[in-house]
């Protein structure tokens, strides 16, 4: 009887992982949507129940509960001492990410799911990326421009070439998401062995994975793509990093002829802005797109008043509705709506559940793919559902010499 409730709750706690992790890392625009997705709605809204069935989970380690409940409290505050209209739908929003957070965050951090099967979820997600690249790519040679059942939106690049979505929204997302993937595949893969990996051992260790992410970064048709390729490749060359990031800005930066690819005119707009008088004008005029997603950061660096009551418990959860295109005013995460006290506090519960330290890959990741700040999309969950399985994994290496026994009997199995 002991074995057989053994059994099943390790494989709840696999179907649980292997649900969100799938939720966070794809979206069907044919099925989903290209906006919320009644789908994950409705996966998220049993993360309240799922909590309630894992709750003897968390007699040792309710670490993150508290973290969430701080965040969602001070989030709320801040929401009614900003303003006398309070947008609740967006913070119970928020909640459900953070609740489907903390199931798979504890299931992670119980040991019930092995680095293993983790591994291997990971290398899946990353080959489907992989293979529906091909598949979307095949269907545009054939004349099939736009099919939203395989994801295939139809965008294209200025020269009429894919902008391959794959099984995301739009490119960028699938961008993010694959550039977490991957690495997350790359850190338990060193894990195991036990020591870091030149880029060769790992195309020979996980080939498929390793393809699929090359391919698909560098010939997705996204900027971000390439910038979360260069950050991945960045690990393989450490001991040269200086080196390797000046020659990359200078390579796009001295390059006066126009080679007519856009993603590289687009990171070649976006260093040129930063070497401007004026970043966020530049950005704005040469490259809106990309630079709605980094005015932010300059701007949080450059007009935050740490004077101001408005800073520190922002503009009310209605802001962001009622000036939605203010390009030049915006911050870093939601500090002009909820202000920098809750923004605080997020980077409190990143940096105590999900990244190990600060000087690490992940924080690149995190500060230049997720704009350093947690929020309401699924992209930015994925990257730290990825992070807490390596930050877990590398603290408790004792996991990482035991395969997956969820299927074999063991003495211990028989312990009541």
């Not at 080959?127 to 099939?144: A, D, E, H, K, P």
């Not at 939106?153 to 991957?182: C, D, W």
Request: aromatic share 12%; charged share 15%; net charge positive.
């Amino acid at each position: 009887m002991i074995l057989r409730q053994s059994y099943s709750s390790l494989s709840f706690s696999k179907v649980v992982v292997v649900i969100y992790m799938i939720m966070m890392s794809v979206q069907i625009i044919g099925i989903e949507g290209m906006n919320i997705s009644p789908l994950k709605v409705v996966g998220m809204g049993c993360s309240p129940l799922i909590l309630c069935m894992i709750l003897n989970k968390f007699r040792n380690n309710g670490k993150v509960l508290f973290y969430v409940g701080i965040y969602l409290v001070v989030l709320i505050v801040c929401s009614n001492l900003s303003s006398s209209v309070v947008i609740w739908d967006r913070i119970f929003y928020r909640a459900m990410f953070l609740m489907t957070f903390c199931c798979v965050y504890q299931i992670i951090n119980t040991g019930d799911i092995s680095i293993y099967f983790f591994k291997k979820l990971l290398i899946f997600l990353v080959c489907s990326y992989g293979i529906m690249f091909v598949i979307q790519n095949l269907c545009f040679l054939l004349g099939i421009h736009k099919l939203l059942l395989i994801n295939l939106s139809g965008a294209q690049t200025m020269v009429g070439g894919l902008k391959a979505n794959v099984l995301a929204i739009e490119p960028s997302h699938a961008a993010r998401i694959l550039a977490f993937l991957y690495w997350g595949v790359v850190k338990l893969t060193e894990i195991m062995k036990g020591r870091e990996m030149t880029f060769i051992e790992h195309l020979k260790e996980n080939p498929y994975s390793t393809i699929s992410f090359c391919i698909t970064m560098i010939f997705m048709g996204s900027a971000t793509a390439l910038l979360g390729f260069a950050l991945v490749m960045a690990h393989f060359v450490k001991k040269y990093i200086a080196m390797y990031v000046i020659s990359i800005i200078a390579i796009i930066v001295l390059m006066n002829v126009d080679v007519n690819i856009e993603t590289l005119d687009r990171i070649k707009n976006v260093i040129n802005a930063f070497l401007s008088d004026d970043t966020v004008s530049t950005l704005k005029s040469t490259e809106a797109s990309g630079g709605s997603r980094i005015a932010p950061i300059v701007n949080t660096f450059t007009h935050l008043d740490l004077f101001s009551w408005e800073t520190w418990v922002g503009k009310g959860s209605d802001h962001i509705r009622i000036h939605l295109s203010m390009f030049t005013t915006q911050r870093i995460g939601d500090i002009n709506d909820f202000g920098l006290l809750s923004y605080i506090f997020s980077l409190l519960l990143v940096y105590t559940c999900c990244i190990r330290k600060f000087f690490c890959i992940e924080t690149l990741l995190f500060a230049t793919l997720l704009g350093f700040a947690i929020g309401s999309l699924y992209t930015c969950w994925c990257g730290l559902f990825v992070c807490t399985a390596i930050k877990f994994y590398s603290e408790n290496k004792f996991t990482c010499t035991q395969k997956d026994s969820s299927t074999e009997i063991t003495p211990s199995n028989y312990v009541s």
